[in-house]
């Protein structure tokens, strides 16, 4: 074992909850430490249910094209804890010595008391961000928004709300309207925001707390829009147009991302030329969402001329996503979709396969090495039956893809592979094909 999964099993053990949504215990510690949330660069606060981390590695790529110095604060990770935080000296992660050495001030600041892991590793990396001079910092909402451990920052430059959607119903609420005023809380007086569409129960939710707030609210289809025109994205706003290329994410959600990201940097009053937004769009990346895997250790298991993707999406919303963009792709080469699946407990699974139904050829269910809190495979795979969805369980990841080659080489056909459920999952997967997050 490391240092830093020592370090980390230990702050895991400091309370009996992962979750435990508060701002009390993040305040003493933020105090102990001598208050880093007070010192950090400008921040952009960015909440929504899917979404947040395209908007966020969109606004990244635009400024770091300016040449603006980000600090990124993302969660969770795929692959190492470190890529949690990105510093904005080189653009790259957290290094293991500093890391090792904020959690550590952490952990003594914070003396034994009870605080959930995400609280205090937040905690250390606004400690890290006060520490390192940065022109801004991009700060992505861990759950929720009114108790996260993020929202202790005052006055954003603006506060930005992706797509709203069902999720983490346990500790949001049930319905739309509760989950939307807990993310639209990071909204705060006097400052802007900017609202990613949304359906009308969530928009009015929106507007009621920008109002209170006196926050000037940009909302996608309203004070902004983008969309695709003969390849290409075009940005339109009160003051006019701006043509661009299509983002590097693949996607038509995320010509919609782009244009709430483009958004939020005017609302910052960061947003370069249009040369240079170019310039970012073309660069940008997102690890493990519809990533196309092209080579690796794993993706020599699947069959020959396979096409394999993965995505971390976990709830319906993502799914209709994924499986819109699956169904583009079906339209333009058509081959058989398989996909293997693996779920958290806390999840929605038949809201997410019946996204799929009458798309997906098969699924094979699978556990996740790396957290105990997925599904089971056999109770995973009665739930995609359920959804009208053909599936079978397998032990283990590998079993799956053998199924897949024998259905390839019993078919003739060479198929397309989608790997999703779980980020958990994915990182398995990038981690067992080499392919690490940079």
């Known amino acids: 074992m490391d240092q830093i999964t020592a370090i980390l099993d230990r702050l895991l053990a400091l309370h009996p909850m992962q979750i435990d949504l508060s701002l009390d215990r993040m305040h003493r510690l933020l105090e102990a430490l001598g208050h880093p949330e007070r010192r950090l660069p400008p921040v952009i606060h960015v909440a929504g249910t899917n979404g947040?981390?395209?908007?966020?590695?969109?606004?990244?790529?635009?400024l770091e094209a300016a040449g603006q110095r980000c600090h990124v604060y993302t969660?969770?990770?795929?692959?190492?804890?470190?890529?949690?935080?990105?510093?904005?000296?080189?653009?790259?992660?957290?290094?293991?010595?500093?890391?090792?050495?904020?959690?550590?001030?952490?952990?003594?600041?914070n003396d034994g008391n009870p605080i959930?892991?995400?609280?205090?590793?937040?905690?250390?990396?606004?400690?890290?961000?006060a520490e390192e001079p940065a022109d801004v910092l991009l700060l992505e909402v861990g759950l929720g928004g009114r108790l996260d451990a993020t929202n202790v920052i005052d006055t954003p430059l603006v506060s930005v709300i992706t797509s709203i959607s069902h999720d983490h119903e346990k500790f949001l609420g049930n319905t739309l309207t509760e989950i939307a005023g807990e993310k639209a809380a990071i909204i705060k007086s006097g400052c802007p925001s900017v609202s990613a569409p949304q359906v009308d129960e969530v928009t009015r939710v929106i507007d009621r707390a920008a109002a209170r707030a006196k926050s000037r609210l940009g909302r996608f289809g309203e004070e902004f829009t983008a969309m695709a025109d003969n390849g290409r994205m075009v940005f339109q706003d009160e003051d006019g147009l701006l043509d661009l290329p299509?983002?590097?994410?693949?996607?038509?959600?995320?010509?919609?991302?782009?244009?709430?990201?483009?958004?939020?940097?005017?609302?910052?009053?960061l947003l370069p030329e249009a040369d240079v937004i170019a310039q970012g769009l073309k660069a940008v990346r997102w690890p493990g969402r519809l990533h196309l895997l092209r080579h690796g250790p794993l993706f020599d298991k699947c069959p020959d001329g396979a096409e394999v993707w993965v995505d971390g999406g976990h709830n319906p919303?993502?799914?209709?996503?994924?499986?819109?963009?699956?169904g583009e792709l079906e339209e333009k080469s058509p081959r058989p979709l398989y996909m293997i699946s693996a779920m958290l407990t806390t999840k929605d699974p038949i809201g997410f396969f019946r996204a799929f139904e009458g798309l997906v050829r098969h699924v094979g269910t699978v556990p996740v090495n790396s957290t105990n809190a997925a599904r089971d495979p056999f109770e995973l795979a009665d739930f995609a039956r359920t959804a009208g969805l053909e599936a079978t369980p397998f032990d283990s990841l590998d079993l799956a893809l053998a199924d897949i080659r024998a259905c390839a080489a019993r078919d003739g056909e060479p198929p397309r592979i989608l790997i999703c459920g779980s980020l958990y999952l994915v990182g398995d997967v990038l981690a067992a094909n080499g392919t690490l997050p940079r």
Do not use: W
């Open 52 to 62: 947040k981390g395209s908007v966020t590695a969109t606004m990244r790529a635009i």
């Open 75 to 109: 969660s969770p990770h795929l692959v190492r804890f470190n890529e949690r935080i990105r510093m904005g000296g080189n653009g790259g992660f957290i290094d293991d010595p500093r890391l090792i050495a904020a959690l550590d001030r952490c952990e003594r600041a």
């Open 116 to 129: 959930t892991f995400f609280e205090i590793t937040t905690a250390a990396a606004l400690l890290l961000f």
């Open 246 to 269: 299509l983002p590097a994410l693949p996607g038509d959600h995320q010509i919609l991302n782009a244009g709430v990201a483009i958004a939020a940097l005017k609302a910052a009053r």
């Open 317 to 326: 919303g993502a799914a209709l996503t994924i499986a819109t963009y699956m």
